[in-house]
């Protein structure tokens, strides 16, 4: 018997999915599978996330970024512009609320609108100090040197017979 685990590793953005295995596999039964997306992965720290939202504008979507959590939300417009009857409803226009969960480290950048696709750029941003560094090997250490050790602590001693 085979499990089909897709739908845990969905809502992950840039890093270790199985952190918050159960935390997703609960977002994931509740069946929200509206709007669609895609996650691609742009650059060696870049992400792209891209939704079809058609039917919603720019003042409809709500981002909101929290707790490494980016929260997507779409409110109904103020309803038809003009007095036209819809016969037929095959575009879905209801509100929603996506939650991905993202990485330490991780920024969105941007968001775009265009053609009925949201589409979201998020960077992976290490800080500095979090960076791996390469510590260079230094040539033989000169015995005229002092060396810092429990007898002297990196001080050089004055010879008393010197004076």
Same mark, same amino acid.
């Given at each position: 018997?085979?499990?089909?685990?897709?739908?845990?590793?969905?809502?992950?953005?840039?890093?270790?999915?199985?952190?918050?295995?159960?935390?997703?596999?609960?977002?994931?039964?509740?069946?929200?599978?509206?709007?669609?997306?895609?996650?691609?992965? =742009?650059?060696? !720290?870049?992400?792209?996330?891209?939704? @079809?939202?058609?039917?919603? +504008?720019?003042?409809? %979507?709500?981002? #909101?970024?929290?707790?490494?959590?980016?929260?997507?939300?779409?409110?109904?417009?103020?309803?038809?512009?003009?007095?036209?009857?819809?016969?037929?409803r095959g575009i879905?226009?209801r509100a929603f609320?996506?939650?991905? =969960?993202?990485? !330490?480290?991780?920024?969105?950048?941007? @968001?775009?609108?265009?053609? +009925?696709?949201?589409? %979201?750029?998020? #960077?992976?941003?290490?800080?500095?100090?979090?960076?791996?560094?390469?510590?260079?090997?230094?040539?033989?250490?000169?015995?005229?040197a002092p060396v810092?050790?429990?007898?002297?602590?990196?001080?050089?001693?004055?010879?008393?017979?010197?004076?």
């Amino acid at each position: 018997m085979t499990y089909e685990l897709t739908p845990l590793f969905r809502n992950a953005i840039g890093f270790d999915r199985r952190a918050r295995l159960v935390e997703t596999a609960a977002q994931s039964a509740g069946g929200a599978a509206y709007p669609p997306y895609n996650i691609e992965k =742009a650059g060696d !720290d870049s992400y792209v996330l891209t939704m @079809a939202v058609a039917g919603f +504008g720019p003042d409809d %979507i709500e981002l #909101t970024v929290q707790d490494n959590t980016l929260v997507v939300t779409g409110r109904v417009g103020g309803g038809e512009q003009d007095n036209r009857q819809v016969l037929y409803r095959g575009i879905a226009a209801r509100a929603f609320e996506r939650r991905f =969960a993202l990485a !330490d480290h991780i920024q969105v950048e941007r @968001a775009d609108l265009a053609n +009925g696709l949201l589409q %979201i750029g998020v #960077t992976r941003v290490v800080p500095e100090a979090l960076k791996p560094r390469r510590i260079a090997i230094g040539g033989t250490v000169s015995s005229a040197a002092p060396v810092a050790g429990p007898a002297n602590d990196g001080v050089a001693v004055a010879d008393d017979k010197a004076a």
